[in-house]
């Protein structure tokens, strides 16, 4: 068998834009869909559900639980849909949660009471779960360690067209001539375009390189041998008890849930924007609002540090099973982020909200010590394994060529950097 070394370049390079041309696009409109659902109950403030669903006198606890049931559900869910992802076929198994995932988006619009609706959020919740750590893995297994972070970043780019959709939802509020509630349009937009999605995955999102319709029988074979040296670890439909260990005691896996887990998160950023904005109105000697801006600017690219973390998983973990678990638990402490981001600003700390100000400070400083510390284990780890790589060479009397052997017979055992 040929091996990656032995196919030509301008190979590589088409096979690459096959991918991008495929896998990426559809990935893109997955990340975009997947994040509508977050910012939709925001947007029914904008087309009037106050006045039809909800009792006023409670409307900011139920818009709270709202918030809290989708993340209960993905924290629920977010480690049984990982592994019966590893057991079913990636790409089938995704569509048909998205597929899903749009029906019970769109059955938002029917009930008229807040019970029902806290548990669809729940359900809808559930289906989410799976898509970004299901789309990582993908990308893990059609692209090279060097090529992955350019790819996660394009279709994280793509979230950016979610925040347009309030244009959509202010214009849809003076809209009657549909015959539904504002929000409820809203909703069936929505889910039909999740739906939608979700047969395009069906029908040509592949599971891995070797079923990628897209790519002759050739093509399938160089594309699997093209990412062997990385040796990131292949499709595996075991669960390999050993990595679950490895994954639970790796210091670099609680350095990432950590990290995660204090990041300022979805409601962070939005909580920080909006009370910087009350406090500029409110306060007699009020900022200038281009500063204010300013600020709100450099407050939206918190979003890009998820991108970066999946970007550091699906590069840096070898072993199929260890990297659906880190996935898995990064996931779930961003569900937990989230929950208690949402308590961070209270009512009572108005108009200035200094403890909840002070508070993201102080997270993002750990944050950011955080990082550095990952840095520093993963050199010293390098350095290690370098070490021991030429200890081996020594007592072996082992030659650069054998050390590549040893790495080409250990390709596709998926195996983690430990084992």
């Not at 068998?1 to 991008?20: F, I, N, R, Y």
């Not at 678990?325 to 600003?345: D, K, P, R």
């Not at 400083?365 to 050199?379: A, T």
Request: contains cysteine; glycine residues 6%.
């Amino acid at each position: 068998m040929k091996t990656a070394d032995d196919t030509p370049s301008v190979q590589h390079g088409s096979l690459d834009e096959k991918a991008d041309e495929s896998t990426m696009q559809i990935s893109a409109l997955d990340i975009e869909d997947k994040d509508e659902a977050l910012k939709l109950v925001g947007l029914e403030r904008t087309a009037g559900i106050d006045e039809e669903r909800f009792l006023k006198v409670r409307r900011k606890l139920h818009y709270n639980l709202a918030a809290l049931a989708f993340y209960l559900g993905f924290l629920i869910w977010v480690f049984p849909t990982m592994y019966i992802s590893q057991k079913l076929r990636l790409g089938k198994y995704l569509g048909t949660n998205i597929v899903l995932w749009g029906i019970i988006m769109m059955l938002h619009a029917v009930p008229n009471s807040f019970g029902p609706f806290f548990v669809l959020r729940i359900l809808l919740g559930m289906l989410e779960s799976c898509v970004s750590p299901a789309l990582v893995l993908i990308i893990s297994m059609f692209y090279k360690k060097n090529e992955q972070a350019r790819r996660i970043s394009w279709f994280y780019f793509t979230t950016g067209i979610g925040n347009m959709f309030g244009f959509v939802a202010y214009g849809i509020s003076f809209d009657m001539r549909t015959g539904f509630a504002p929000y409820k349009v809203l909703y069936l937009l929505c889910g039909a375009m999740a739906i939608t999605v979700g047969i395009a995955v069906l029908i040509w999102m592949p599971d891995s390189p070797l079923h990628a319709r897209f790519l002759s029988q050739e093509e399938r074979i160089v594309a699997v041998e093209r990412v062997r040296d990385d040796q990131g670890g292949t499709e595996n439909k075991r669960l390999k008890k050993e990595q679950l260990k490895e994954t639970l005691l790796d210091v670099r896996t609680w350095l990432i849930v950590l990290s995660t887990l204090i990041r300022p998160g979805e409601q962070g950023p939005s909580s920080l924007r909006s009370v910087s904005a009350q406090s500029a109105l409110k306060s007699p000697h009020s900022i200038p609002m281009r500063h204010l801006l300013a600020a709100n600017y450099i407050v939206l690219t918190f979003g890009s540090c998820f991108g970066v973390i999946y970007a550091y998983n699906a590069s840096n973990t070898s072993g199929h099973t260890k990297k659906v678990t880190l996935n898995a638990m990064t996931l779930a402490a961003f569900c937990v982020g989230n929950i208690i981001g949402s308590e961070i600003f209270q009512a009572k700390d108005a108009p200035h909200y200094i403890p909840g100000k002070v508070t993201i400070l102080v997270l993002l400083s750990v944050q950011f010590f955080l990082c550095f510390l990952l840095r520093w284990v993963n050199l010293h780890m390098n350095a290690k394994k370098k070490q021991f790589i030429e200890e081996m060479k020594e007592r072996h009397s082992w030659s650069d060529g054998d050390i590549a052997k040893e790495r080409e017979r250990h390709a596709f055992l998926d195996l983690t950097d430990k084992q």
